[in-house]
């Protein structure tokens, strides 16, 4: 049997620069992998077979069988596979968790089947999953370009702690593309402010005043129950509070793992769905 760690992720930055002439958005964002992670079990198997320890998670909405088929038609191969996944990263909660399944797939059945394609192919299948998938591929911390197919690694970031809140909200099936929608004109930025975030990681002093989300503005407007929230991991010991990529998940990113842990367990007391975890390195 093989396993390998699906990480979730939470955006640094996440700058729209423009919408594109093929319909897609141009991004520019820091991303850092975290230790909360699902787990993917494979083994051989003459057909295929996917189940999860969730009763939420559904295979037919899920990038992973999907992954399964595209892997299956690119490497020419028709054997199948036994896979288990076990869910610890939130349903639809902007931590990824979905794209990150579906890189872990790619790089199971690589290893599983013996098709040995390396790091940059796998990143090409993936691109054609989706926008976060190519980044999971490689994590750790990274730059993603383009519509997310273009991914740069970075300087492996001094261990920090998050604090994930994970509000109780009914999301759209369509969240990101409704984001998407209500972006605005000065919702555009031109790049610079991941620019500065780069500048500050390689100098290995990250300067978490830049961390930002285009998206931000908007989901609170779209979701005004988040402000609620927001302000409960204000009175938690937060200071500094960020929007996980397309949401509704709210992050603080902090050095000191006792203040962490306070607020954590502030948040536990009020009841609230709360992750305390670490910033991650790159996977094998």
């Given amino acids: 049997m093989l396993t390998l760690l ?8 996440l700058e729209v620069l423009y919408r594109r002439k ?47 088929e595209l892997f299956s038609e690119r ?41 040995g394609y390396p790091c940059w192919r796998l990143m090409e299948i993936g691109a054609e999953l989706g926008s976060d998938v190519p980044f999971f591929i490689m994590g750790g911390t990274a730059m993603m370009e383009g519509r997310g197919e273009t991914v740069t690694p970075l300087p492996t970031l001094t261990q920090m702690w998050a604090v994930l809140l994970v509000p109780a909200l009914d999301m ?30 390689c100098q290995g002093k990250l300067s978490l005043s830049l961390c930002f989300n285009a998206f931000e503005k908007v989901a609170f407007e779209l ?33 000191d793992k006792n203040t962490a842990e306070k607020i954590y367990h502030n948040l536990c007391q009020k009841g609230h769905q709360a992750y305390l975890v670490s910033t991650l390195g790159p996977l094998d």
């Fill in 6 to 13: 699906a990480p979730a992720k939470v955006n640094l930055s």
């Fill in 22 to 68: 093929d319909g897609y958005h141009e991004l520019r964002s820091i991303i850092q992998s975290l230790s909360l992670c699902d787990r993917l079990s494979f083994s051989p198997s003459k057909t295929v077979h996917i189940s999860s320890d969730s009763q939420d998670w559904q295979t037919d909405l899920s990038l992973v069988s999907k992954a399964v």
């Fill in 75 to 115: 490497c020419g191969q028709n054997t199948g596979v036994n896979l288990k996944i076990a869910k610890r990263i939130p349903l639809v909660s902007g931590l990824g968790g979905d794209s990150s399944c579906a890189a872990a797939v790619l790089k199971g059945l690589n290893k599983l089947w013996g098709c």
């Fill in 172 to 201: 759209p099936a369509d969240k990101t593309a409704a984001l998407y929608r209500n972006l605005r004109p000065d919702s555009f930025t031109s790049g610079e402010i991941s620019d500065k975030l780069l500048e500050s990681i």
């Fill in 223 to 255: 979701f005004p129950e988040l402000v609620k929230y927001r302000w409960q991991f204000l009175e938690a010991g937060a200071y500094q509070i960020s929007l996980a990529g397309a949401g509704p998940t709210l992050f603080t990113l902090l050095k």
